[in-house]
């Protein structure tokens, strides 16, 4: 089930990616595939990325996901 449901997240990224990037589809599903191996590194640039330094983040980037854990 785990298997199953972490591959569908997945090929939805991917498809996600093809479309919003214009690229092949081999490109798109490596894209995707590093996101997901990278999860916590890919979430603490975005925290960085789009947080305000005047104010400070309501929630912390350790209890954040990109996905659900099970």
Do not use: C, G
């Amino acid at each position: 089930m785990i298997h199953t449901t972490r591959l569908s997240y997945l090929m939805k990224l991917s498809w996600e990616i093809q479309r919003k990037k214009q690229s092949t589809r081999s490109k798109a599903l490596q894209a995707a595939w590093a996101i997901t191996i990278n999860e916590d590194i890919t979430i603490f640039y975005l925290v960085k990325r789009y947080s305000n330094e005047r104010h400070p983040n309501k929630v912390q980037p350790n209890n954040l996901a990109l996905f659900s854990h099970y």
